[in-house]
């Protein structure tokens, strides 16, 4: 089973032809609301690519929290662990330009109550594996990740938003997922030098003992794992938006290991789910089915 300690939102969406400067407002012809948060995200994108998935964390007390548990709920996720405390549930505020540009504002809410000690409603072992991102406060993740190490589970960080990793937490990992960007910033705060996102990767890889992945875009993936480098190149798709793609990845990555794949082809399931996603509009909608990944890796298997 995989087990998602992390965030819950509701998205606001509006487009607007020009995103507002300071001081200025602008009108936009309506808006979206849309569950979100990268640990619902990933949490269903596991789901629908075949894992058996709990979320942990926390949502308001308020209407909003139905809506971000809505297609969990819907399609099987454990919700049993996460809970319902005194703070509104998190929500993203998102505006949109003609050109695809963004702006986003994001409000914690419950998910700076988010509490480690959730994890308690749920049976942990050695088979099963702790999903995480960065959306939730840093000293839960820590002891998340510590219950899961005694219980002989697998962690595995995903760094979104970008930020520097603590020592405490780096210990626990045993795999660490970054976009090119993240890769930087995690690199700088262990003392790297500048550097590719690859060798980043490679360095982080080294020192850490862990595994690393960095995801690339268009150029798919790139994973250094005991020293050894694997690469997925991306698939070729017809782009429409690249909303939750990296959700998409570490979501599908996890439940092809935790669906018994090797390395290199849950690194396959993950670009192949990344890249699905990227052909559909928003967010938790676009996240793909096993079906739909097992038919793009026919190509990769080809």
């Not at 998602?4 to 995103?19: L, P, Q």
């Not at 405490?168 to 700088?188: G, K, R």
């Not at 798919?220 to 782009?239: E, L, M, N, S, Y």
């Amino acid at each position: 089973m995989i087990i998602v300690f992390g965030s819950v939102n509701v998205d606001f969406v509006t487009r607007v032809d020009t995103i507002p400067r300071p001081g200025e407002t602008v009108l936009g012809p309506g808006y979206d609301v849309i569950p979100g948060g990268k640990g619902a995200n990933q949490a269903l994108a596991a789901r629908r690519a075949g894992a058996k998935v709990a979320l942990a964390g926390a949502v308001g007390r308020d209407p909003f929290a139905e809506i971000g548990l809505a297609l969990l709920k819907a399609e099987g996720v454990d919700l049993s662990a996460t809970e319902k405390v005194d703070a509104p549930t998190g929500a993203a505020f998102i505006t949109v330009d003609t050109k695809g540009e963004n702006a986003i504002t994001v409000a914690s809410g419950a998910n700076a109550k988010a509490n480690a000690s959730s994890l308690s409603k749920l049976t942990l072992s050695e088979k099963d594996i702790l999903l995480m991102q960065r959306e939730v406060p840093e000293r839960e993740q820590i002891a998340a990740a510590r219950i899961a190490k005694e219980k002989g589970a697998r962690v595995i960080l995903n760094v979104a938003p970008a930020g520097v990793i603590a020592d405490e937490l780096a210990t626990l990992i045993d795999v660490l997922i970054m976009n090119e960007h993240e890769a930087a910033v995690v690199a700088h705060g262990m003392g790297f030098p500048s550097d590719t996102p690859e060798n980043h990767a490679r360095m982080i890889a080294q020192t850490r003992k862990l595994t690393t992945i960095v995801t690339l875009g268009a150029e798919g993936a790139v994973g250094w794992t005991d020293g050894v480098r694997r690469h997925i190149p991306a698939f070729r798709v017809d782009v429409v938006d690249t909303t939750a793609a990296g959700d998409a990845f570490c979501g599908a990555f996890a439940a092809a290991l935790d669906r018994g794949f090797g390395f290199t082809s849950a690194l396959a399931h993950g670009v192949a789910a990344g890249s699905l996603t990227c052909t559909k509009a928003g967010a938790q909608p676009s996240l793909p089915s096993s079906i739909d990944i097992a038919a793009k890796l026919k190509h990769w298997n080809a």
